[in-house]
């Protein structure tokens, strides 16, 4: 990994000089456009509205227009900024954990230790697992001011960026204004339900299923050209879901259960069988759905 951007973490008088890093990365397969009569490849220009020039990077700068007067940023008045110049990552306060809501989660990044000695680093992680706290720190990177949720994971301090609260919108539903009435036998099959799909959660357990089938479709593209036939790549599709069809949800539920735990007892009997265990067997079993594992 490559840093992106090099500071200091502070609280109080502690400082504590890091690098940054992206701890994120997209795994979608490259694709870009053509034209679909001749394949020729599309490319988009920066062409100047006044001499018609292509313009390189380098010679772009940015403007406000407020409807009757334009000015011009160019990349000077952009980084005299007091922001822009401060390399500072500044705690603002430490907030207990459950607060942070995952809604404003953004973008994360990893935060390595930029010094001889690492010991203000581990001591600021130790302290917030100690104490159960996530800090919140202000900072700026690539012109944007950047609220953050910096916390722990694993040995490492990670740097969460938090949407704006302004950035969140409200959730009103009309539908969800009417009282709606839960009876106790709904309330105790769908638990049931849950439990029956209960298990650990492990990441790696699951894949990107589109990503893996367009791969494959690449693969025999290339493999056969315009003669492929998609029916026996993936065979042939499923016909459309009726959508609107009312169910009865006491039923729908009662199935449900039956078909997860049916499902449940399946996989017990291939992996244990002759161990006399029973449903009972074990406090914790896996997940009862199926899950896309990884392409081979």
Same mark, same amino acid.
């Given at each position: 990994?490559?840093?992106?951007?090099?500071?200091?973490?502070?609280?109080?008088?502690?400082?504590?000089?890091?690098?940054?890093?992206?701890?994120?990365?997209?795994?979608?397969?490259?694709?870009?456009?053509?034209?679909?009569?001749?394949?020729?490849?599309?490319?988009?220009?920066?062409?100047?509205?006044?001499?018609?020039?292509?313009?390189?990077?380098?010679?772009?700068?940015?403007?406000?227009?407020?409807?009757?007067?334009?000015?011009?940023?160019?990349?000077?008045?952009?980084?005299?900024?007091?922001?822009?110049?401060?390399?500072?990552?500044?705690?603002?306060?430490?907030?207990?954990?459950?607060?942070?809501?995952?809604?404003?989660?953004?973008?994360?990044?990893?935060?390595?230790?930029?010094?001889?000695?690492?010991?203000?680093?581990?001591?600021?992680?130790?302290?917030?697992?100690?104490?159960?706290?996530?800090?919140?720190?202000?900072?700026?990177?690539?012109?944007?001011?950047?609220?953050?949720?910096?916390?722990?994971?694993?040995?490492?301090?990670?740097?969460?960026?938090?949407?704006?609260?302004?950035?969140?919108?409200?959730?009103?539903?009309?539908?969800?204004?009417?009282?709606?009435?839960?009876?106790?036998?709904?309330?105790?099959?769908?638990?049931?339900?849950?439990?029956?799909?209960?298990?650990?959660?492990?990441?790696?357990?699951?894949?990107?299923?589109?990503?893996?089938?367009? =791969?494959?479709?690449?693969? &025999?593209?290339? /493999? $056969? @050209?315009? !003669?492929?036939?998609? #029916?026996?790549?993936? %065979?042939? *599709?499923?016909?459309?879901?009726?959508?609107?069809?009312?169910?009865?949800?006491?039923?729908?539920?009662?199935?449900?259960?039956?078909?997860? =735990?049916?499902?449940?007892? &399946?996989?017990? /009997? $291939? @992996?244990? !069988?002759?161990?006399? #265990?029973?449903?009972? %067997?074990? *406090?914790?079993?896996?997940?009862?759905?199926?899950?896309?594992?990884?392409?081979?």
């Amino acid at each position: 990994m490559r840093s992106i951007w090099k500071g200091a973490l502070t609280f109080g008088l502690v400082n504590v000089p890091v690098k940054v890093y992206s701890a994120t990365e997209d795994h979608d397969v490259p694709l870009h456009q053509v034209h679909a009569a001749d394949g020729g490849r599309i490319r988009y220009q920066r062409i100047c509205e006044i001499d018609g020039e292509v313009v390189p990077y380098a010679d772009i700068d940015k403007a406000y227009d407020d409807g009757e007067r334009t000015v011009v940023l160019t990349k000077e008045d952009l980084a005299s900024l007091p922001a822009e110049r401060s390399r500072e990552i500044e705690v603002v306060e430490f907030v207990p954990s459950e607060q942070i809501d995952l809604l404003t989660l953004d973008r994360a990044y990893y935060l390595e230790p930029d010094s001889s000695s690492p010991k203000a680093y581990v001591l600021l992680r130790k302290t917030l697992e100690q104490t159960d706290r996530t800090a919140i720190v202000r900072f700026s990177l690539r012109q944007k001011t950047r609220l953050a949720a910096l916390r722990v994971r694993g040995d490492v301090l990670v740097l969460q960026t938090l949407l704006w609260a302004d950035e969140v919108r409200e959730a009103s539903f009309p539908a969800l204004e009417t009282e709606v009435k839960i009876s106790d036998k709904e309330l105790d099959l769908s638990a049931s339900l849950v439990e029956s799909f209960s298990g650990d959660f492990d990441p790696a357990e699951y894949t990107d299923a589109y990503q893996a089938e367009l =791969r494959t479709l690449i693969e &025999a593209k290339l /493999d $056969k @050209g315009d !003669a492929l036939d998609t #029916s026996e790549t993936f %065979g042939e *599709a499923e016909g459309a879901d009726s959508g609107g069809e009312v169910i009865d949800l006491m039923e729908a539920l009662r199935a449900s259960v039956e078909r997860s =735990r049916a499902a449940r007892g &399946a996989s017990g /009997d $291939k @992996g244990s !069988a002759g161990s006399g #265990s029973g449903d009972g %067997g074990s *406090a914790k079993k896996k997940a009862a759905p199926k899950k896309t594992k990884k392409a081979s």
